[in-house]
Nanobody
Framework: QVQLVESGGGLVQAGGSLRLSCAAS??????MGWFRQAPGKEREFVAA?????YYADSVKGRFTISRDNAKNTVYLQMNSLKPEDTALYYC??????????????????WGQGTQVTVSS
């Protein structure tokens, strides 16, 4: 099994930036993705990295996903944060097809989440 641990969340003002990290217990051969979930809302796709990178329209141009394979770590750089970005952010690993990279059920391993709160 792969264990994932997220870090880097916090409280920031609108327009600010945060960098989330996801450390894996071992080297993986998986797609790595970021999802988020706000109270009362369904879990939604944010970004994923495999051969290519993928972004939800709501974060495109503001968020960047990257990987450091030597450290078994994936990052999510979040800029120009908005109150609508407030959510619990999860790191995930899986082997989705290219058509299903945004589907959370395609990911087998999940971290516990890190909270991001953006004030107005």
């Amino acid at each position: 099994q792969v264990q994932l641990v997220e870090s880097g969340g916090g409280l920031v003002q609108a327009g600010g930036s945060l960098r989330l990290s996801c450390a894996a217990s071992t080297r993986t051969f998986f797609f790595m993705g970021w999802f988020r979930q706000a109270p009362g809302k369904e879990r939604e796709f944010v970004a994923a990295s495999g051969v290519n990178t993928y972004y939800a329209d709501s974060v495109k141009g503001r968020f960047t996903i990257s990987r450091d394979n030597a450290k078994n770590t994936v990052y999510l750089q979040m800029n120009s944060l908005k109150p609508e970005d407030t959510a619990l952010y999860y790191c995930a690993a899986g082997r989705p097809t290219a058509e299903l990279v945004a589907v959370y059920t395609e990911y087998k391993y999940w971290g516990q989440g890190t909270q991001v709160t953006v004030s107005s």
